[in-house]
């Protein structure tokens, strides 16, 4: 009975091979009936013989090799008989691949009328049933190999963009003078002078402690003739501004993200006359021409929204606005209201690491 079997076996291996199919015959394993039920001599013998019978059938069309043990089993084919109400008994077949059921077939006899035709009836439909589902199969070694390519890829996930934008450190120097309004603080306070300028110049170290939110260490640098500290003084003294600061910084993340930071600063202006005098609002010189002076302690504030390309991970262009507020008191001949200075366009490059 073993060799029609094995016949067809080899006959599909050749066919694949002759075609290039990558498969093999699905190795089956036959168990022993398990009989949980009290049977006549003829019952117990056709339970018994039921695994044999099984495999003829299912070889007719559909080959596959057999084999002596579940463990180098693909599918396991198993019957088993148990006892019923009634005086009768109840026959499974199952389908077994991986410890999961994957088809059962079941009838009920009557214990005293078990006759070959009825059983043998059951056999050849359970038997067409179970054929397709019993093919060739992918040899075990390649199957583990595909297998483990697919948990490679389920444990090695493509990172998602917001997560490589997020890096702690964040180095950005700002040109924030292309185009500005200034308060005109010499005699008509109440206007504005507008400018063209890479000055000033901000660099800012960011650490974010959290995705959106960080803290920022900045240097403030200017060198300008645009503000009037005495009483018609512009263009005749240029003012020297260093300004160290702290400050809050949130963003979002995205290749396309947004930023707002909030800058206090404690610094110091140099004013130097360089073509005329300084003088007050009652006309008294208060800084000749060629000489300079240092302001006392100064404080500024500064809020800056912006938006970021982020080009790559690591490298960022930045375009915003900036409102800075220079408190007044910085000279002793200077008590006019904090100096405004509005930037329209201010340009950022950024590096992340």
Do not use: C
Not at 150 to 165: C, H, N, T
Not at 296 to 309: K, Y
Not at 344 to 349: E, K, Q, S
Request: glycine content about 8%; cysteine-free.
């Amino acid at each position: 009975m073993l060799v029609p079997v094995l016949a067809l076996a080899f006959t599909a291996a050749a066919g694949a091979q002759e075609t290039g199919l990558d498969k093999i015959p699905r190795p089956v394993y036959f168990p022993a009936a398990k009989i949980e039920a009290s049977l006549d001599a003829e019952g117990a013998a056709l339970v018994a013989g039921a695994p044999e019978m099984l495999a003829t059938l299912i070889a007719e069309s559909q080959p596959f090799s057999r084999t002596d043990s579940a463990d180098s089993a693909r599918s396991v084919v198993a019957v088993s008989a148990a006892a019923a109400a009634s005086g009768s008994v109840t026959v499974d077949i199952e389908l077994i691949e991986g410890g999961d059921v994957k088809s059962r077939s079941t009838r009920g006899f009557a214990v005293s009328s078990m006759d070959l035709a009825s059983f043998q009836d059951f056999l050849v439909g359970t038997a067409a049933r179970l054929a397709p589902s019993l093919g060739p199969v992918e040899p075990l070694a390649r199957a583990l190999d595909v297998s483990t390519q697919r948990e490679f890829v389920r444990v090695s996930p493509q990172k998602d963009p917001a997560e490589e934008l997020d890096k702690r450190f964040d180095l950005t120097v700002w040109a924030s003078g292309l185009l500005r309004a200034m308060d005109s603080t010499g005699v008509d306070k109440n206007s504005f002078y507008f400018a063209l300028d890479i000055l000033p110049l901000i660099a800012e170290a960011r650490w974010f402690f959290s995705p959106n939110l960080g803290v920022h260490l900045s240097f403030y640098f200017n060198y300008t003739n645009a503000f009037d500290f005495g009483n018609g003084s512009r263009y005749k003294a240029y003012g020297l501004f260093l300004f160290p600061g702290a400050g809050l910084i949130f963003r979002t993340l995205g290749e396309v993200s947004g930023e707002v930071g909030f800058t206090f600063s404690l610094g110091w202006i140099r004013l130097t006359a360089a073509s005329g005098d300084v003088v007050d609002r009652l006309g008294a010189v208060v800084l000749a021409q060629g000489s300079s002076a240092w302001s006392d302690l100064t404080a500024r504030l500064r809020v800056s929204p912006a938006v970021s390309w982020n080009i790559t991970p690591s490298v960022a262009i930045k375009a915003g606005l900036g409102l800075d507020l220079v408190f007044p008191r910085m000279f002793p001949w200077y008590e006019d209201s904090p100096l405004g200075d509005f930037q329209y366009l201010t340009v950022g490059a950024a590096y992340r690491f």
